[in-house]
Structures are given as structure tokens and as C-alpha cells.
């Protein structure tokens, strides 16, 4: 079946640095979707990118979706305390009723002040 | 509040008792998946419903998991005889699907934390 892996598990930055999360589909995927989930807390959606190549920015955070449609990248620059949390993509696949989101382990992001 | 609701928020049983929870989805989507997450985990899916029908279940839902839908609206997710392996945060999303475009956007309910003793 469909894999969604993401890289890396973990990351600690200090605050002010950059981070980036990524992501790679077994398959090709018709979106891809990210969500944040703070400590303690639910995923809450943040964005999705439907087309090959896509780029969207959310004030500091811009996301990817490469030519191919299998891999994604999430990136913050200058991180601050409040974007602690673990970021999750979430692949998009199949059509109609067949559709379906399949989610990565995440990336625990810790930012020290 | 309009958002995707789940009751209880926290349950605490013995093994071997059955538990059974509620999730209330956003009024108009028409989906309503459910997921178990474990602790540095992503959520991993269950099984998810299209209006009334259950579409899929996962592989992970075994004999003892039942969820229903029986009005298209709210469903509940029953686990039987429960093992210490179940204890896990079950979250609900809805969402509200268009089929000819292949998007979709889940609302996550906060969960329900079950804990087997």
C-alpha cells in the first residue's frame, strides 16, 4: 500500500534559525496536504498543494510540492516559540470514493528561546 | 461551536471491558474518518464513512472495533474486550468531499484518550 515517509523525526533549532521538514511518497499522489499539531493538542490543517511544482508561503512558512508530485518540503524561516509542534504531511491519492489521506509520521519540531 | 466534537475526552477501563466513543462531525461534510494515534506517532487510519457507508476499513481495526454511522451524521467507535495495546489518543475528523476535484481538507475532532489498565 501507499507509504508516506517523512524526514527528520526530530528537530531541535535554536530560535531565529531556519527548519525544514520533508516528505516522500511511495506513490504518486494527487495532493498533499501538512497539518500542525501542538503538544498536547489535535492536527489542525495548515495548507494543501494540489499542483506539480506548487509553491504557497504563509508568512514565514513555505511549502513545496515537486515536479513529480511524490514529494513535499515545509520550511520555516526563523523559527520562534510559538511554532512548536509536530508537522505532519498528508498524501492525497485514489479519486471518488476511493480518496484517501495517508499520513506521515510527523516531525517534532522543539525550538530552544 | 461548529467544529468536530468527540466524547469522552478522556476514558480510563479494565481489560477486557468494552468502550465506546462518540464523535460529532462539522454539520455539512459529508466524510467522518477515524484514526488512532500513539504516543511520536502520525495518526494512523482506521476506517472512514461516506455519509451513512462505510467505504474502508483499515487493516488495523480488528474484530473488536466496530464503528457506525448510522444516520450520516454522528458515529461511534466500539472496542470489545479491550488489551492494554489499545490504549491510544482515537481522533475523529470530518470533512466535506469534492469528488470530481480529488481534494479534501479534515477537520480533527480533540480526541478521545483511552487508557487500558
Known amino acids: 500500500g501507499q507509504q508516506v515517509m517523512q524526514i527528520p523525526q526530530y528537530q531541535h533549532v535554536q530560535e531565529g534559525e531556519d527548519f525544514t521538514t520533508y516528505c516522500n511518497s511511495s506513490?504518486?499522489?494527487?495532493?498533499i496536504q501538512w497539518y500542525k499539531q501542538r503538544p498536547g493538542g489535535h492536527p489542525v490543517f495548515l495548507i494543501q498543494?494540489?499542483?506539480?511544482?506548487e509553491v504557497k508561503k504563509q508568512k514565514r512558512l513555505t511549502f513545496q510540492f515537486g515536479e513529480a508530485k511524490k514529494n513535499s518540503s515545509l520550511h520555516i524561516t526563523a523559527t520562534q516559540t510559538t511554532d512548536v509542534g509536530t508537522y505532519f504531511c498528508a498524501g492525497g491519492s485514489g479519486g471518488g470514493s476511493n480518496y484517501k489521506l495517508t499520513f506521515g509520521k510527523g516531525t517534532l519540531l522543539t525550538v530552544n528561546p | 461551536d461548529t467544529g468536530v466534537s468527540q466524547d469522552p475526552r478522556h476514558k480510563i477501563t479494565k481489560r477486557g471491558q468494552n468502550v465506546t466513543f462518540r464523535c460529532d462531525p462539522i454539520s455539512e461534510h459529508n466524510r467522518l474518518y477515524w484514526y488512532r494515534q500513539t504516543l511520536g506517532q502520525g495518526p494512523e487510519f482506521l476506517t472512514y464513512f461516506q455519509n451513512e457507508a462505510q467505504l474502508e476499513k483499515s487493516r488495523l481495526l480488528s474484530d473488536r472495533f466496530s464503528a457506525e454511522r448510522p444516520k450520516g451524521s454522528f458515529s461511534t467507535l466500539e472496542i470489545q474486550r479491550t488489551e492494554q495495546g489499545d490504549s491510544a489518543m482515537y481522533l475523529c475528523?470530518?470533512?466535506?468531499?469534492?469528488?470530481?476535484?480529488?481534494?479534501?481538507?479534515?477537520?480533527f475532532g480533540p480526541g478521545t484518550r483511552l487508557l487500558v489498565l
Open positions: 498543494l494540489v499542483k506539480s511544482g
Open positions: 475528523a470530518s470533512s466535506l468531499v469534492w469528488e470530481y476535484r480529488g481534494e479534501e481538507t479534515q477537520y
Open positions: 506513490t504518486t499522489l494527487s495532493n
